[in-house]
């Protein structure tokens, strides 16, 4: 009976789908439907879709399909983040031009989306490759220029050796390059930077408009990202220096604390103001250093390392003299690079003092154990000691005095820092956009003109890709050779490109109006559906990603050209797709592929598997999912539609009332488990509606009650979001016409949702003192408890006390009084 085969149905509805074009969201401003967008992040084109691509659309499909059949103009959009790394490395190694690689890629992977069947809009599509998109990608790296946003400096980056390029600090991860693993080295070079510091309250203070929206953890990690502490700007007089040295300190309290002082060592103060005695051992040390990733040098875990300079520094407040150390634990491009040391209340400096023979003072009593002695530095709040005009006061209170007592003197004031850098986007490789700005002798950087927009990749087909430390464009002769748009002299184009993190911090904007030739976006087009709905995607950009497109977002509404601060208004981070506890993995061989799923159980299949077997959030492993489990499931749901017998137009209400009670109560919570992402509970409440229709048919009033039709249609709609195929063919199958997307979204009738009530009678030594309408089901002991806390029966009582209760649930309770 069971004959029903999900593969079957594909390719009749792929094509009937096309031709119909169910998806397309409406433009006109004269559409009168409210307007909802579901974005999903752009895949990169790096060979066909994958298993962790068919979790994501499949999620990231349902608020749109339910959006759909809720009646709203929905836009669900798809395109390619067609830049970048992988299609250049890839493309490299087969000997092949990126664009090649790049654009067939992206036919294989539209082909695999087009049976996956996302409800996409595929008139937006976009690649950020297309000289038509990456035209304004330039000219809003040429906005952020005029604002003083973008900018050229030199100065220390990371550096990968096997990727020959520069890296921003997002894409160092634990030290190594985030796209190939290798080892992060640090340069020093002249590169271009967004500045994104400028922005990092904003950042950090509009993530209150997003709070109970993105998950918990992508805030807090976006937090820590930005990292805004605050404290005091402290300045120390370096003995022999005319210039002070200022420190960030959060625990100006703890001045009368600080027995050292230490200089990051890869700083060029440290350099400068090493005595000549200690010249050896210190630059012995540096060498060292620069060898170091951040995160070894942050770890709490290592030996301190570090140099005496043959320095003292002067303590503004108390003015005693204290030795100046060069250390590796000291980040250069933090605060200024330079740090007072307060070993008793501070880990890292305690440390560092007892590796050193150091003294330790501590200047605020906590009431725990002197450090010195348990190398437990104490951070606690306490009363501070040893500390002049300080002593006696709390932490809080000291922290304030002493930022009033320096900002007096004009040694110091209150400031903040962040962890943020300023974000780094130019990249030494061909496959990028380029940044549009001639280098001239006589003028400097210029600005190409916007109409000369876009400065267009040259082909170089057949030159040599290879990375080499320079861009392969500065090789590009032809190219890079031009003339100067201000004094018409000779001039060279900037020969990097731009990280692919540029391309894809907007394009959610571009797909509002991807045709549009007279800016990035028409701003009137993303009034309208901007901001974001929904957005899904993996975690794996909780930072990267979201940070710049935020970032984006607001240098746009200060350039006047949106009326909203923060891109998405919701957002969802699935989980990963495994197998057998562990990460997929093609060197390990522990991989499944989806092409071979499809073709072994059908879209419908492993979509549903995908959404059933938890919540979106989770991790899938695949070992534990059962498509065999789905394949039964959707086989009965086809069946039932094939045997409903009641006509299209029968009316539900002369059908039978117990069938009809569960269908309600599916399409309420149903409906509520959408609207909450718990999309696995709204498909077991359609399993249980499937369940309870298949006995209403074999057991019940039969396949042609009215009631059936009801269930079985309600059914297909509820499945629409999450198994299409078999929806539609269900949908057709009780003589519907499709698309069953388009059907409208059922509401629950809300008299049927009301339980059944029973009036229990209460008693009270045989009289009837009191009614309570109760469930049918109502257990004994909650039964008993209403009766007792009835205010008649506490009456009729009158302070006696029970001393029995006979309970006959659900109709009579009987008090016996004391
Ligand atoms: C004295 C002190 C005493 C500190 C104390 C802490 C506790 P966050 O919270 O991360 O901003 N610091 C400042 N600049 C640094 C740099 N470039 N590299 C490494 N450490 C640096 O940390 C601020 C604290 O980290 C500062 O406050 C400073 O140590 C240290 F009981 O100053 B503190
Ligand atoms: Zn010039």
């Known amino acids: ?221 976006q937090r820590n990202w930005i990292g805004r502490s605050t404290g ?144 437990v530095a104490t951070v606690g709040d306490g009363r501070l000691v040893n500390s002049g005009p300080l002593d006696g006061l709390s932490k809080a209170d000291a ?105 894809s911090s907007w394009y959610y904007f571009r797909y509002c109006s991807p045709g549009y030739t007279d800016g990035p976006f028409d701003v009137e087009q993303v009034r309208k559906w901007m901001p974001v709905d929904q957005y899904t995607g993996g975690v794996e950009h909780a930072i990267l990603h979201l940070l710049y497109s935020r970032f984006f977002t607001k240098v746009l509404y200060d350039m006047g050209m949106i009326d909203f601060t923060e891109p998405f208004t919701r957002l969802l981070n699935q989980g990963q797709v495994i197998l057998n506890g562990k990460a997929m993995s093609k060197s390990t061989g522990n991989l499944v592929d989806l092409g071979d799923q499809i073709a072994e159980f059908g879209v419908d299949v492993v979509r549903l598997a995908m959404l059933f077997s938890g919540p979106p959030e989770d991790d899938i492993d695949w070992a534990d999912v059962s498509p065999h489990g789905m394949s039964k499931f959707l086989a009965r749901v086809h069946r039932i539609a094939a045997e409903t017998a009641a006509p299209v137009g029968a009316d539900p209400a002369t059908g039978d009332t117990a069938l009809r009670r569960v269908t309600h109560r599916v399409i309420d919570e149903a409906t509520a488990m959408v609207e909450a992402q718990r999309f696995n509970v709204a498909i077991a409440r359609i399993m249980e509606l499937v369940s309870a229709t298949r006995k209403a048919i074999d057991s019940g009033p039969g396949a042609a009650d009215p009631a059936v039709r009801e269930a079985a249609e309600t059914i297909a709609i509820l499945l629409s979001l999450f198994a299409p195929y078999t929806a539609e063919e269900a949908w057709e199958a009780l003589g519907r016409q499709a698309p069953v997307i388009r059907a409208g979204w059922p509401s629950a009738d809300p008299s049927l949702l009301v339980e059944d009530r029973v009036t229990c009678v209460v008693q009270v030594a045989g009289k009837v003192r009191d009614r309570l309408e109760v469930s049918p089901g109502i257990a004994a002991d909650e039964l008993e408890r209403l009766a007792l806390a009835s205010d008649k029966v506490q009456a009729a009582l009158g302070g006696a006390g029970v001393r029995k209760v006979i309970v006959r649930a659900p109709k009579i309770v009987n008090i016996v009084p004391a």
């Open 399 to 503: 922290i304030a005095r002493a930022i009033e007592i320096l900002e007096a003197k004009g040694l110091g004031k209150a400031s903040v820092n962040y962890r943020l850098r300023d974000w780094l986007v130019s990249r030494q490789r061909f496959w990028g956009c380029p940044i549009p700005i001639v280098h001239c002798e006589s003028c400097g950087e210029v600005p190409v003109p916007d109409e000369d927009l876009p400065v267009r990749l040259p082909d170089l087909r057949g030159a040599d890709l290879a990375p080499k430390g320079t861009s392969p464009l500065a090789a590009a002769e032809d190219w890079v050779n031009t003339s100067c748009p201000k004094c018409g002299g000779a001039a060279k184009r900037d020969s990097d490109t731009m990280d692919t993190f540029v391309d």
């Open 1 to 221: 009976p069971d004959s029903y085969d999900p593969r079957a149905v594909q390719d009749k509805w792929q094509a009937r789908w096309a031709e119909m074009d169910p998806y397309r969201a409406e433009e006109s401003a004269d559409d009168p439907r409210e307007r909802r967008y579901a974005l999903d992040m752009f895949p990169y084109p790096s060979g066909d879709l994958h298993m962790g691509h068919a979790e994501a659309f499949a999620i990231g499909d349902v608020p749109a399909r339910y959006w759909f059949q809720r009646g709203y103009n929905v836009l669900h959009p798809i395109g390619w983040d067609s830049f970048g790394l992988p299609a250049e490395n890839a493309a490299i190694k087969r000997n092949e031009h990126p664009a090649t690689w790049t654009y067939a890629n992206i036919e294989t992977q539209a082909a695999s989306f087009h049976r996956y069947a996302p409800s996409f809009d595929w008139s937006r599509r976009l690649h950020t490759s297309d000289p038509e998109y990456y035209k304004w990608t330039q000219w809003l790296f040429l906005r952020f220029y005029e604002r003083g946003l973008a900018y050229r400096k030199g100065g220390q980056v990371n550096w990968c050796p096997n990727d020959q390029t520069v890296l921003a600090n997002e894409q160092v991860v634990g030290g190594h390059c985030e796209r190939c693993g290798a080892l992060v080295e640090r340069r020093v070079l002249t590169q271009w930077y967004f500045r994104i510091t400028e922005y990092a309250d904003r950042l950090l203070d509009d993530m209150r408009q997003l709070e109970g929206k993105w998950p918990d953890r992508v805030l807090l990690m």
């Open 232 to 375: 005091a700007d402290v300045q120390f007089t370096i003995e022999g220096r005319d210039e002070p040295v200022t420190v960030f300190t959060t625990r100006p309290d703890t001045l009368y604390g600080a027995t050292f002082f230490v200089v990051a060592a890869d700083a060029p103060l440290a350099a400068e103001i090493c005595a000549p005695e200690q010249r050896a051992e210190f630059e012995a040390y540096r060498e060292q250093v620069s060898r170091e990733s951040e995160i070894d040098r942050l770890s709490t875990e290592r030996e301190k390392t570090g140099v005496f300079l043959g320095r003292y520094a002067v303590n503004p407040l108390n003015g005693e003299r204290i030795p100046v150390w060069a250390s590796d634990y000291v980040l250069a491009e933090y605060g200024h690079g330079a740090i007072m040391a307060v070993p008793a209340h501070d880990q890292r400096d305690l440390d560092f003092a007892r590796r050193f023979g150091l003294p330790v003072r501590v200047v605020v009593d906590t009431g725990e154990a002197d450090p010195a002695e348990t190398g």
